[in-house]
């Protein structure tokens, strides 16, 4: 069983920047591939943002690209969504998730593990 946290949420002015991490509280995410969702009040979940198991492939939503990088550390067991020029329609909670297999996934559905969520607001 795996266990993901998040953290690195905060409140942040538009233009700023953030960096979230998931790690595995429990078990290994060495092998898995990791993908970043948000969910917005009164919206579905949404992808963000993935990477496959040994980093050499990402995928990022269109409105994210060019602003948000995700990168991962093994070393760490950790996996970063770098946000950068931040937007108010960037505000939701932000998810990480785990599968186990280790390729680059978009759908939620393709995911077995889930973190709690980080709260991530920009005001404008």
């Known amino acids: 069983q795996v266990q993901l946290v998040e953290s690195g949420g905060a409140l942040v002015r538009a233009g700023g920047s953030l960096r979230l991490s998931c790690t595995a509280a429990a078990g290994t995410i060495y092998t898995s591939g990791v993908g970043w969702f948000r969910q917005a009040t009164g919206k579905e979940r949404e992808f963000v943002a993935a990477?496959?198991?040994?980093?050499?492939?990402?995928a990022y939503a269109d409105s994210v690209k060019g602003r948000f990088t995700i990168s991962r550390d093994d070393a760490k067991k950790t996996v970063d969504l770098q946000m950068n020029s931040l937007k108010p329609e960037d505000t939701a909670v932000y998810y990480c998730a785990a599968a186990r297999y280790g390729m680059t996934q978009s759908e939620g559905f393709l995911y077995d593990y889930w973190g709690q969520g980080t709260q991530v607001t920009v005001s404008s």
């Open positions: 990477i496959s198991w040994t980093g050499s492939s990402t």
